[in-house]
């Protein structure tokens, strides 16, 4: 780290920056608390586990397409830049006030605003085929109805077969009827879902499902687990 970031003033950006972003939390919370899903970002330490695959890639690969659902403020975003720079990003947010601070914080970036049920016609338009890695910020009551129940295949279908796609859940909640549902449609739609260790250092703790082996049609075979 430059010494510059630790100047007074760097400091002060940062700590604004962040207030920021817990702001905009709070209040869409308060507006929205089933879709918001939270009451601060993510942290840094979960946001690592998020992005883990990208770091598995080797150099020499081809620059990876990335598709992030449910990027809020940019906790994972801000890690998917800082693990491989030149990716090819697509980002899926709902919440306009989210998506707003999300294009300031990173000038350019590519961001749909609107349902995740709706990236795979976002893919298609960018001529993007199939993606390297989906991260999944996506609150449970994303995977409710029709178009919920129809993503996590629609992310199956959509990921290189040596893909893989990282959804986060709170450890408290895991075990609730929406939590086990979202193993379950994972493990349907996967061929392999690990389980992190708890984040402790993540406002409330976490899990990372990690998912791997894609099985587009969905073949319903116990997929391989580790938990
Ligand atoms: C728990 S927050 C996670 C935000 C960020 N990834 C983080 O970890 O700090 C859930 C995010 O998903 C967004 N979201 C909820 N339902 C969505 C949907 N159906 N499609 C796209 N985004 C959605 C919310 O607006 C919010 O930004």
């Given at each position: ?6 100047s ?9 920056a962040?207030?920021?972003e817990?702001l905009?939390?709070?209040r ?7 879709r918001?899903?939270s009451?601060?970002?993510s942290?840094?330490a979960?946001a690592e ?5 990208l770091?598995l890639r080797s ?12 990027p809020g403020?940019?906790?994972f975003?801000a890690?998917?830049h800082?693990?491989v720079?030149g ?6 947010e709902?919440n306009p006030?989210?998506?707003d ?5 990173f000038p350019g970036?590519?961001?749909?605003r609107?349902?995740?049920?709706g990236?795979?016609?976002?893919l ?6 199939t993606?390297?890695l989906v991260?999944s910020?996506l609150?449970?009551?994303a ?6 129940a129809d993503?996590v295949?629609a992310i199956?279908?959509h990921?290189?077969?040596a893909?893989?796609?990282t959804q986060?859940?709170y450890s408290?909640?895991r075990?609730?009827?929406?939590g086990r549902?979202?193993?379950?449609a994972?493990r349907?739609?996967f061929?392999?879902v690990d389980?992190s260790?708890t984040?402790?250092?993540n406002?409330?703790p976490?899990?990372v499902y990690?998912a791997?082996?894609p099985?587009?049609g969905?073949d ?8």
């Open positions: 780290m430059d010494a510059h970031e630790w007074p003033p760097a400091v002060r950006r940062a700590a604004g962040r207030s920021a817990q905009v939390f709070v869409e919370f308060l507006r929205a608390p089933l918001t899903a009451v601060v970002p942290s840094a979960l586990r998020m992005v883990a695959p770091l150099p020499a690969q081809r620059a990876p397409v990335v598709l992030e659902l449910g403020t940019g906790a975003t890690a998917l800082a693990a720079p990716m090819r990003y697509l980002g899926v709902a006030v989210m998506a601070h999300l294009a300031a914080r970036i590519d961001l749909v609107g349902p995740a049920s990236f795979p016609g976002a298609a338009q960018r001529g993007l085929r993606v390297d991260v910020g609150p449970w009551q995977f409710a109805g029709p178009a919920g993503l295949p199956a279908a990921l290189a077969p893909g893989a796609h986060f859940t408290w909640s075990w609730a009827p929406p549902r979202q193993h379950r994972l349907r739609a061929g392999r389980v260790p984040v402790w250092p406002l409330p976490a899990v990690t791997t082996r099985r587009p969905g319903h075979a116990a997929a391989t687990s580790s938990c």
